[in-house]
């Protein structure tokens, strides 16, 4: 049966949507792209704002939107922080390769959180909630410049255990991720998703339920007893992840595995700052000897050195985005970065010298890259499968 999908981004929309309906001092920031973002039912309730006139060929524009757009990522950070400050809710959406330009105004105010904390006549602010979409897991048309998820890496190295980096893995995961942010105070929130539709693997509840604890297991692709634990976060390296337990299941009938999706990181820690993952909890959950295969959304060694905080090293494989591709297929991308469901399977074989397999997995790698480059296509196989 073909599993329901449904773009994350979508549904981003309609609760921003809402947002705006039921608060009116609620704010959007983002560059020109609340459209290509796939957030645009924002645009149902309110209009960008602009106070010189507007012509007839302009888009919906009003001196009272609630809708900032401007081409700054610089600007349009420091008008919410005004507003933020002001003790009312906004959120900023961008490219994910974009967010790198304001790095260091996060960092600054992570300092002045920080430090407000210390004081007694400082309130709380509200959360700076970042919205990440446009990735670099999908370059159908743009290339290298807009591949970099170094936003995630530098939030999680900040010990101020003040950021959360939060990833929905289906629509209802966004919807628990957004909840989150809007209840959040004093902290920077980073909710990373992909736009393209993406299967759905949860329901609502289970997906409160990860934001609260960090993580859930896919039961359905689990086993009590596994022998090896696959680990994943962000949206597109979970459903490879999945992909390679139903390859490996094929192949490896007496094997066992277990899947857990990662909802959210924090500084050193599986979890969000208020609710980071105990050792007790992660052993119970993670195993306390199996092989750990991990699959990343950002830069691999980010996941590694927090997974490494809870289990030996010698336990850990980890893929992710290795600063490879430009424009290309989407299986092609994530082949070349070694983050794809053959190159998952292909961890799992080695580490039980399943030299057959691995030569088997690196000829549908390279007939797909073949296909790719020259029709510019991934292979049927590959695309349908699920």
């Not at 302009?58 to 933020?84: K, V």
């Not at 390769?97 to 904390?117: C, D, G």
Request: charged share 20%.
């Amino acid at each position: 049966m073909t599993r329901p999908t449904f773009s994350s981004a979508l549904h981003l929309g309609q609760l921003i949507k809402q947002q705006l309906e039921q608060d009116p001092h609620f704010y959007l920031f983002s560059p020109d792209e609340t459209t290509s973002n796939k957030i645009d039912a924002a645009f149902d309730v309110s209009a960008r704002a602009w106070n010189l006139p507007v012509k007839p060929q302009d888009l919906p524009s009003a001196s009272d939107g609630r809708i900032i757009e401007l081409l700054s990522e610089n600007t349009l950070f420091a008008c919410m922080l005004g507003h933020l400050l002001n003790g009312e809710q906004a959120i900023m959406a961008s490219y994910e390769a974009f967010y790198n330009i304001i790095t260091s105004q996060i960092v600054q105010h992570l300092k002045f959180i920080q430090q407000s904390a210390q004081t007694t006549w400082r309130p709380e602010y509200p959360a700076v909630n970042l919205l990440s979409t446009s990735t670099c897991w999908r370059q159908d048309h743009n290339g290298f410049s807009h591949q970099s998820p170094l936003l995630i890496s530098s939030l999680l190295a900040v010990p101020s255990q003040r950021t959360n980096c939060l990833f929905p893995v289906d629509r209802f995961a966004a919807e628990a991720a957004f909840d989150f942010m809007l209840q959040s105070k004093n902290v920077v929130n980073l909710t990373t998703f992909n736009k393209t539709p993406e299967p759905e693997w949860q329901d609502q509840s289970a997906a409160n339920q990860a934001i609260k604890q960090g993580f859930s297991i896919f039961e359905e692709f689990s086993a009590t007893d596994p022998d090896f634990v696959l680990v994943a976060a962000g949206d597109i390296a979970t459903r490879e992840a999945v992909y390679a337990i139903k390859i490996l299941q094929q192949e490896l009938k007496d094997t066992k595995f277990r899947l857990i999706n990662l909802a959210a990181l924090s500084y050193n820690a599986i979890g969000t700052t208020n609710n980071p993952l105990s050792q007790a909890d992660f052993d119970q959950n993670f195993t306390i000897d199996k092989p750990i295969i991990a699959n990343f959304h950002g830069f691999p060694e980010t996941l590694r050195s927090i997974l490494s905080r809870y289990a030996d090293a010698t336990r850990l494989t980890a893929h992710g985005f290795s600063e490879q591709g430009s424009t290309t297929t989407p299986f092609e991308m994530l082949s070349l970065n070694h983050a794809s469901r053959f190159h998952l399977a292909i961890s799992v074989a080695e580490r039980i010298n399943r030299s057959d397999l691995v030569q088997k997995y690196q000829e549908i790698l390279a007939k797909n890259s073949t296909h790719a480059h020259e029709f510019g296509l991934d292979l049927p196989e590959i695309t349908g499968f699920c």
